[in-house]
């Protein structure tokens, strides 16, 4: 609410700065206008080069060009002291007892007196004709001269359309990212958690859009939690199943005095039990690291140690040459050192279950800023099928493993990036890439 209100503030002053604006030019140019038609300062110029021409004519040339006169260039006579016409056509609006009641006004520069009327200006300025003294009257109409009030009027009618304008403008401007975000949220609305939307920008539509990312994200990671426990579930009942069978049977054998039956059963019951506490185990750790990533603090970690240290103990249980490595020393990461151990050994594990064909080689090395730990195995299916195996489990799998998928998830939180590559001869390769601790 906070960005909207913000928002729409700056709107309303840019649209209040640039009208004041556009209200101020008008109001110059009105002036500027009113001037050019109104104001004495051209026209005292004007009658005044004509009262020259006059008093040189004489009075019969002066009679012939008041006749001539075209009035709708100002209406033109002349007058004498007392007021009567002596030449010219007057302006009826304009005539001495009328103009006894406007104000007369003196042109600050020269000897032109001034009538103002809503219709007309009316100039005069004295003439010689004849050893005479005249005055020479010039009436103007008004086409055009707004009052204060009407400036104020018109102001803000044009401040009404300006403001009218820009904001169907800013408006149509930000209905585009909203309209975007519309359509892209279809898909999610229609239950897509793996859609997501355009979060380009700083604005208020890429704040809605961040968010409504993360709510998918957080959705798909609840979703992929529940069918995960789903799964370890339904697999769980099946080695509940499994150990009271061999629980049967290893009464049964213990009964009849067979001990070589009897110690086959127990072992089956005790690999059925451990299957079903690492299968939990398993799916608490990765509750925890969608949910409860708080619980994990991270450090600095020589993930060369535990590498050397995973990569002996699991060469020693897959036997001779069935595992290789190629570990750099001194190869610090910043993570949680028990999840790497588990992340080392589930990947290692995951490596082995993949192909019956050996060696497996583990490699941890720096690749410029990064350190690599990669693995690579013989794999004659496409990538497509390897990645399956790492990334987030489904019904699909059948059994359910959740050795890969446990190792990309701590990958995941130590902020490790995971791609796979297609090397020569048949191999394949699962690289995790950890940013190096300095």
Request: hydrophobic fraction near 45%.
């Amino acid at each position: 609410m906070k960005a909207l209100a913000s928002m729409w503030w700056k709107i309303f002053l840019v649209a209040l700065f640039m009208t004041l604006g556009v209200e101020l030019l008008i109001l110059f140019f009105l002036s500027l206008t009113e001037d050019a038609l109104g104001q004495p300062v051209a026209q005292a110029h004007h009658i005044s080069a004509l009262a020259r021409k006059i008093n040189r004519l004489g009075a019969e040339k002066t009679a012939t060009f008041l006749s001539f006169a075209d009035p709708e260039s100002g209406q033109i006579w002349l007058e004498d002291a007392r007021g009567l016409v002596i030449m010219g056509e007057p302006n009826p609006h304009l005539t001495w007892p009328k103009r006894l009641t406007l104000t007369e006004n003196k042109n600050l520069d020269s000897h032109i007196a001034i009538w103002k009327t809503a219709d007309y200006t009316l100039f005069r300025t004295p003439v010689y004709l004849d050893g005479q003294k005249l005055f020479l009257f010039q009436a103007h109409k008004v086409y055009w001269r707004l009052a204060k009030s009407d400036h104020f009027i018109q102001g803000f009618f044009c401040l009404l359309l300006v403001s009218a304008i820009f904001s169907f403008f800013v408006v149509k401007k930000a209905a585009q990212p909203i309209k975007r975000l519309q359509s892209e949220l279809t898909p999610v609305i229609e239950g897509d958690l793996n859609a997501r939307v355009t979060a380009s920008g700083a604005g208020l539509v890429a704040g809605i859009a961040e968010g409504v990312n993360l709510l998918t994200r957080t959705l798909a990671a609840r979703e992929e939690s529940l069918v995960t426990v789903a799964k370890v579930l339904s697999q769980g009942r099946d080695f509940l199943a499994q150990s009271r069978l061999n629980a049967a049977r290893l009464e049964e054998w213990l009964a009849q005095g067979s001990i070589s039956r009897a110690e086959t059963s127990l072992l089956e019951l005790s690999r059925a039990i451990n299957q079903l506490d690492r299968h939990l185990g398993e799916l608490l750790l990765f509750h925890k690291l969608d949910f409860e990533k708080s619980a994990f603090k991270m450090a600095k970690v020589s993930l060369s140690a535990l590498a050397f240290e995973t990569t002996v103990r699991y060469r020693e249980l897959a036997g001779p040459g069935a595992l290789e490595s190629r570990v750099a020393s001194k190869l610090f990461v910043k993570g949680h050192n028990d999840l790497l151990i588990i992340l080392l050994s589930r990947f290692l594990e995951g490596l082995l279950d993949l192909t019956p064909k050996r060696p497996i080689r583990l490699i941890l090395e720096k690749v410029g800023p990064e350190v690599a730990l990669s693995g690579e195995l013989a794999w004659e299916e496409t990538l497509k099928d390897l990645e399956d195996k790492i990334w987030p489990p489904s019904f699909n799998h059948s059994p359910l493993s959740l050795g890969l998928p446990l190792a990309r998830k701590i990958a995941d939180f130590s902020q490790a990036k995971t791609r796979t590559h297609r090397l020569a001869n048949g191999l394949a390769k699962i690289e995790f890439l950890f940013a190096l601790y300095n």
